[in-house]
């Protein structure tokens, strides 16, 4: 079987997944794929402390953005919660060269790229609509309707390909991020057949959270959603997605595969939402309490604790530090949150077209004018 | 080097100039390849330009699109090929939903400049799916901009145009027209043509107005020619930009004769023609003779071909709604 996959980790789905840390903290040194691949991390204690660090930044940062919805200061808000590992893993694995297709969840990935946390800010306080430059930050914008973003970093991909800048070590490499809900899309059933037809230099990292908003994995697929890679030609594997050290190396794995021209891969994170779909949802009306526990037991962050401080690698000073820059990181986003001004309304009619639009421009000028003509008034 | 040649060869001219004139532009979509596309509109540009620069895709229309996004992105500049009007919907959400609004949505800091080719309209005595004029969804689409050519001369500056332009174009073919020949001056500068969202005055006239574009042009212009035996001289404007929509122009006409009328394929129940019809009662209320009348296709499904002629304005509904305009 070309997909290979571990049954290592007693908490693995049937068919097993890569895994290198356990829930306790234990650390498997590599793991060795049915199709011969072998999965490990190098990483430094000072590596390990930063993934330590990033880990828990996103918790918090997504922590502060659920209470500033809760009052009233963001009208939405999608939580990372649960999914940090998968995404601090897998966004760590790319290289600067390297190009995201985020969905909306990935402000875990956007962290480890560079960029500032408020970027995404805009857009769930309802000021803008994303407003971003995807090749400036090497982080495309968030894309709302479900899957179709696999499609533009598969075409982006391709182009990458066109540029020759593939073949090489020092290629590039494309993500895109979508969620087990996606998987149903025939968007993103279309882009694996593209890139497995122009053996796109890609990565589809699937976070399997489990639910759709209120629908289960099973309303989706019969099969373990890495087993569809093998039907477009190309591999998929599956990863204990709350195991960043497992995110990590086979996404970097799978990017290396893809810049030096392999062709794409399928990783399917398996993981857990645990928390709202977003601000709006209320997971009690379609999970019970005792699943969310025993993915409680799973945490992606004291697992990655535990083996810290058993290999006493960093002790609670270091734990209380990182606590306390997250901290301020959140303070500091609150700030930038709160100062975040509303848009002139009459911004509303720029950047329709590159080129321009008389009918908008009139538009714009009567809006004005309209607005205009209150002035003075008790309006 | 004026040639005459047929409409279809004539985006092939154009498709070929834009290849040779800048290195990112490339065309995607099915059979646009060897075959040269169902239409033989690429013809041969496979064979000179490479794999990677006429690209036969995968049949998934959201693909083509999408795809295409992402290229856009990368900064090349995709002319994306959909086979036939009716087969566009499975793009329809990467192009209303995507190609429509990334400028938007960024700011101002992304662009697409994809130009989305699709032949369009009957008479072509086809199967369903293959003579529709889907046109009025994407002009009700803030960030697209919708064009159509009606001759070969306007076919080959246009598609150019619309390729060397940033704005996310839907080019409208009129494919019962790309056996249509006409003169075109091969290898003209493009800075000095004529604009690519301006309508046209294609025949002067004084006592009313006819608004057509794409395929009815031709329809419009032969009811001129008719209606002239008559004694009426219609003034004749093809519209070229579907969004925008060049008012002015047509301001100016009606102004000048008092009567207009719109003249498409597609279903008249919300279509361009009503927002004309607005638009002009709103502008030259003071100058109308009657009300603006429109010729359209009717609000059914597109009709089996043995029964299209029917379906589709011809000379004779034009003329008809002519008499009705000075009969008021």
Sequence with gaps: MANGVSDVGADAPAGGFVQLLTPDGERIDSVTTADGTTYSVDFTDEEYRSLYHDLVTVRRLDAEATALQRQGELGIWASLLGQEAAQVGSGRALRP??????????????????IDPIMPFGLFRGVDQGGWDANEHRFNGYTIVIGSQTLHATGYAMGVTMDGKTGTPDGEAVIAYFGDGATSQGEVNEAFVWAGVFHAPMVFFCQNNQYAISEPLERQTRIPLYRRAAGFGFPGVRIDGNDVLASFAVTRAALDNARNGQGPTLIEAYTYRMGAHTSSDDPTR????????????????SRLRAFLAKQQIAGDDFFAAVDESAKTLALELREKVLEMPDPQPVSMFDHVYPHGSPEVDAQRARFADYHASFEGSDH | MAETITLGKALNHGLRRSLEGDDKVVIMGEDVGKLGGVFRITDGLQKDFGEDRVIDTPLAEAGIIGTAVGLAIRGYRPVCEIQFDGFVFPAYNQIVAQVAKMFYRSKGK????????????????????????????FAHTPGLKVVTCSNPSDAYTMIQQAIASDDPIVFFEPKRRYWEKGEVELGADLSGAFPLHSARVVREGTDATVLAYGPMVRTALDAASAAAEDGRNLEVIDLRTI?????????????????????HEAPGNIGLGAELAARIQEQCFYS????????????????????EEEYLPDLDRVLDAVDRSFGW
């Design chain 1, 286 to 301: 379609y999970r019970i309490a005792s699943e969310v526990e025993s993915w409680k037991a799973k945490d992606p962050i």
């Design chain 2, 110 to 137: 992304v662009r697409l400049p994809i130009v989305i080719r699709i032949p369009f309209g009957g008479g072509i005595g086809a199967v369903e799916h293959h003579s529709e004029s889907p046109e009025a969804y």
């Design chain 1, 97 to 114: 060269q390297d190009m995201a297709f985020p969905t909306y969840r990935e402000h875990g990935v956007l962290y480890t790229r560079g």
């Design chain 2, 288 to 307: 109308l003779e009657a009300p603006v009348l429109r010729v359209t296709g009717y609000d059914i499904p597109y009709p089996a071909a043995r029964v």
């Design chain 2, 243 to 263: 969004s925008p929509v060049d008012y002015e122009k047509i301001y100016a006409s009606v102004r000048r004769t008092g009567r207009a009328i719109v003249v």
